[in-house]
């Protein structure tokens, strides 16, 4: 499933960040998800508790920011955020620019999950 295994490599990442600051207990995590990638927040906040159970991380507490997609159009050079996307292409999401309409878009934000910060103790 997609969202264990995104879940699986952040809780990878938040342990051995952990481990390399000798900490004891991983108390907190602030993580971003990108809205684009239709990544359900509770969901992963529910997986993580399961997979962290055993581990230093175990009872740490999720700060799940999601991040509204911005993109850069290669047509008219519009710069920002999206009103709209096809939310049912989960995989990879149909991005439109909302002002000219075209799909030729680079997407600079929205698009990634990643662990912005960790509290230890
Ligand atoms: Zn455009």
Known sequence: ???VSIAGAIVDAV???AKKNEAKKVNEVFIEIGELTALNPDQMRFIFETITSGTI???ARYNIQVIRPLI???KCSYNGPIEFFEKLHFILP???CPDCGDLDVDIIAGRDCSVKKIKIS
Do not use: D, S, T, W
């Open 1 to 3: 499933m997609h969202e």
């Open 94 to 96: 149909a991005v439109r």
């Open 72 to 74: 850069n159009c290669k």
């Open 57 to 59: 991380a175990e009872g």
């Open 15 to 17: 342990l051995e960040a």
